[in-house]
């Protein structure tokens, strides 16, 4: 261990700092990305910070409206630029919250704010939201959706594909077996035939019985795959998934809470 810090008042001593990702910029620079509650009506502002190798801020970046909340839930460095999805909403804990795609750059001492787009759907909001990047420098955002009119209903997740300019190449809903609901864990991988893999855990509505979902989605969006898993032995009745990873030959790995004894 070389070094350990906790970071604190980047809105102020009071309030809280929640980081979601780190990610290596470079041999010595990283780049991390979350919120702070700023202790108003709409208490989340979105931060990006670049720290050098003994952990010292060296640049940061609050990204915040006059009257909305954001939070950051995943970045990823690419060439020199910084690409990040945020959650956006009214306020914290509104039923209606959109996701925003952006592009900055780490300079010595300052953050610059590129670009960011804002995309909205009728009915549904975003929530669990994770970003990764192609062999061709496309971004996949994927999301749990949430029905608008009654956020406990997430029976569907949604996929968008966008390229380094912000635009969306094609995005879709995809549907979860009815009678569950779902949610995506927060991190999704891309595997050597560059398809998208990522999981969710399927909670049935009648016997609150957790499994998980494993998706391939093509690099056309078509699913290609789905697979669902039950955790049945050893006492262990369900579990929760938190995030995907692939290894070298396409195969994909797991990670999450198991629940025992429901």
Known sequence: LNFQKGYAGISGSTRSDNITTVKRYSDSRYIIGGFTNTN???PQ????????ASGTFAAKRKLASVNGSEKITDLIVLDDAVYFVMET???NGSTDTKVSFGKVLIGTSVITV???KEINNTNYSFGDTSLVVDEF???????TLLLKSNNTVKDSFWVGKIDTSGDLLWNYRYAAPSGNSIQLGTRSS????????LAYTRTDSTTGYKTVDTVKIGYDGVLKKHTNNAFNANNIEGITVN????????DVYTFGQTQWNR
């Open 137 to 143: 420098n496309e971004f996949y955002i994927t999301s």
């Open 40 to 42: 108003s009506p709409n």
């Open 89 to 91: 909403s009214p306020s």
């Open 243 to 250: 995030a995907i990873t692939v290894d070298n030959s396409g």
């Open 45 to 52: 502002d979105a931060f990006i910070a670049s720290v050098d």
């Open 190 to 197: 891309i595997d050597i035939f560059g398809d998208l893999n």
């Open 114 to 116: 590129e670009w960011i």
